[in-house]
């Protein structure tokens, strides 16, 4: 584990204790879809809570109280904005730690190998990516097939297809096994349903808080696997000019002349307006933190975001998604359409007026 992965994991101890009074995942309403902007409305975490912990009328807190802290909700928010509970971060910073072949199985496994999730549908695709890119990843689907939990196998084949989006057929081939048919394809090492049940009942609220008791930190959310993913692309980057990955960003057209209102209102800041220069705008973007939600495109008032279309980029950070002919409003310097005829914004035509 080199040292800059070292720095992310301990992040994800900063969410273990963070959360650790409440065994619960951790919901930040700064950067739910919902929260600032009524033109795209998302349910993800509603339709797939099974004890309907969040309230459909997007007012009311969400009852941790009947919450069993299952962590689907996690995986399938399209923003990111719900950390894992403490237990599910604990297990998740585990298997973060893991070098090389990483195998994954679920509780319902006849054998049991490797590492074990009471369901693969809790791991985020990136956290995947992560384990992927770091050696080889093995997953254990055979039992997945018989899964009487619809929902769940619809968010893992989500998961896996997000996953295969961003590798690529090459990377994914190169980087993931899946295990479907014959048990004795797969990895031989296992554990007793016995020794597993038993380690799942030592992840608990009391044993997370006394292992955890001496580190301090802040809230910490699910963005977390996305920091570690880039760290690492970043590392594969420098060992291989020609590795790549590709992640679903934002398509801007050439009408485009830089308000800014997309990157007001991405909900993990991802996108950013440069100042105008020669008539000029420059649109930043940070991949690992763009999630492909879709608000940019939704609250856009012009129209000027096409689709968000999967794009092969060397890196996770920050880099330029395209440049666009703008013009500066006379009073307050903001972007206003070149095409146009005014030079003062709306809002300064307004202040003019009275």
């Given at each position: 584990?080199?040292?800059?992965e070292?720095?992310?994991?301990?992040?994800?101890?900063?969410?273990?204790?963070?959360?650790?009074?409440?065994d619960?995942?951790?919901?930040s309403?700064s950067r739910?879809?919902?929260?600032?902007?009524?033109?795209?409305?998302?349910?993800?975490?509603?339709?797939?809570?099974?004890?309907?912990v969040?309230?459909?009328?997007?007012?009311?807190?969400?009852?941790w109280?009947?919450?069993?802290?299952?962590?689907?909700?996690?995986a399938?928010?399209?923003?990111?904005?719900i950390?894992?509970?403490p237990?599910?971060s604990?297990?998740?910073?585990?298997?973060?730690e893991k070098?090389?072949?990483v195998?994954?199985?679920c509780?319902?496994?006849?054998?049991?190998?490797?590492?074990?999730e009471?369901c693969?549908?809790?791991?985020?695709?990136e956290?995947?990516?992560?384990?992927?890119?770091?050696?080889?990843l093995?997953?254990?689907?055979?039992?997945?097939?018989d899964?009487?939990?619809?929902?769940c196998?619809?968010?893992?084949?989500?998961?896996?297809?997000?996953?295969?989006?961003f590798?690529?057929?090459d990377?994914?081939?190169?980087?993931?096994s899946v295990?479907?048919?014959?048990?004795?394809?797969a990895?031989?090492e296992?554990?007793?349903?016995r020794d597993?049940?038993?380690?799942?009942?030592?992840?608990?609220?009391k044993?997370?808080?006394l292992?955890?008791?001496?580190?301090?930190g802040?809230?910490?959310?699910a963005?977390?696997?996305?920091?570690?993913?880039?760290r690492?692309?970043?590392e594969?980057a420098?060992?291989?000019?020609?590795?790549s990955?590709r992640m679903?960003?934002?398509?801007i057209?050439e009408?485009?002349y830089?308000?800014?209102?997309?990157?007001?209102?991405?909900?993990?800041?991802?996108?950013?307006i440069?100042e105008e220069?020669d008539?000029?705008?420059?649109?930043?973007?940070t991949?690992?933190?763009?999630t492909?939600?879709?608000v940019?495109k939704a609250?856009?008032?012009?129209?000027c975001?096409?689709?968000i279309?999967a794009v092969?980029?060397p890196?996770?950070?920050?880099?330029?998604?395209?440049q666009?002919?703008?013009?500066s409003c006379?009073?307050?310097?903001?972007?206003?359409?070149p095409a146009g005829?005014e030079?003062?914004?709306?809002?300064c035509r307004?202040?003019?007026?009275k």
């Amino acid at each position: 584990m080199t040292s800059g992965e070292g720095d992310y994991l301990g992040l994800l101890l900063d969410v273990i204790k963070t959360n650790a009074v409440d065994d619960h995942p951790y919901l930040s309403l700064s950067r739910c879809v919902n929260r600032n902007q009524k033109h795209l409305v998302c349910s993800a975490c509603m339709d797939v809570c099974p004890k309907g912990v969040y309230d459909r009328t997007q007012k009311e807190k969400p009852k941790w109280n009947e919450c069993q802290s299952c962590g689907l909700c996690v995986a399938a928010c399209p923003t990111r904005c719900i950390a894992p509970s403490p237990a599910n971060s604990k297990r998740h910073l585990l298997l973060a730690e893991k070098q090389g072949e990483v195998v994954l199985s679920c509780s319902r496994s006849e054998k049991l190998t490797g590492h074990i999730e009471e369901c693969l549908a809790l791991l985020p695709w990136e956290c995947l990516a992560y384990l992927a890119l770091g050696g080889k990843l093995i997953l254990n689907l055979k039992s997945c097939k018989d899964c009487p939990h619809e929902d769940c196998l619809e968010l893992l084949e989500d998961q896996l297809y997000k996953l295969k989006c961003f590798l690529g057929e090459d990377g994914y081939a190169k980087y993931v096994s899946v295990c479907l048919e014959d048990e004795a394809d797969a990895p031989t090492e296992g554990v007793s349903r016995r020794d597993f049940f038993r380690s799942m009942a030592l992840s608990g609220k009391k044993t997370t808080a006394l292992v955890l008791s001496d580190v301090v930190g802040s809230k910490v959310d699910a963005m977390i696997y996305r920091r570690m993913l880039a760290r690492r692309v970043r590392e594969l980057a420098l060992q291989d000019e020609r590795f790549s990955c590709r992640m679903n960003l934002p398509w801007i057209k050439e009408s485009c002349y830089g308000c800014g209102i997309c990157a007001l209102l991405c909900p993990n800041g991802a996108l950013e307006i440069g100042e105008e220069q020669d008539g000029m705008r420059s649109v930043m973007i940070t991949p690992h933190k763009c999630t492909g939600c879709g608000v940019c495109k939704a609250v856009c008032r012009d129209g000027c975001i096409e689709d968000i279309c999967a794009v092969n980029v060397p890196h996770l950070d920050s880099v330029m998604l395209a440049q666009v002919t703008s013009r500066s409003c006379e009073g307050c310097g903001k972007a206003i359409n070149p095409a146009g005829s005014e030079t003062l914004c709306i809002a300064c035509r307004q202040k003019k007026k009275k």
